[in-house]
């Protein structure tokens, strides 16, 4: 019995030895992992990949990546030059912010040769915590005509703040104004 064991274990030995050694080979891309969604003013984190052409990551990359966002007020990080001890792959914790509501993308890129450039997924960036409420109503008004008013909370950067369902009271500085109830804000908007 010990014999059969000893003979699995050299073959497994042999079989360990025998095996080909995979090396990546130079970056031909670079492959960004971003969340699929984000909250404004709330930082995420990206990964950023520079693989060879068989999805391996080049542990030999050392070129310099530039980002950039379609988010007007967004913030991405600084020029980035990878080092020997990335070995490919830099997680850039918290190094992202979004400011704007809406679908918004992030591109690396490297002036490297050849160059590499990669555009990711949409990120769907929602508004922030409220900080605000506004009040749309038309500017004049027939007297005893009622009209229709809308309140949206909105966050620190103007978006609607879906997040809010608080309850909303109208004053008016008119003493004979019929108002309504106290309502709670549904998606930030009622």
Known sequence: MTFFRSQALLFSIALALLAPAVHAGPATQLVLTVPGSATAGAPISIILEA??????????YTGTVTFTTNDQLGSVPNPYTFTGADAGV???ASGVTFRTAGPHTLTAFSNAIPPLTVTSSTITVTGGAAASLTVNAPSTASNGLAFDVTVTAKDV??????????TVQLTSTDGAATLPTATALNGGSK
């Open 157 to 166: 950067y103007g978006n609607t703040s879906p997040g809010y369902a608080g």
């Open 90 to 92: 830099k997680t850039f």
């Open 51 to 60: 693989k060879d052409s068989s999805g391996l990551p080049d542990p030999t």
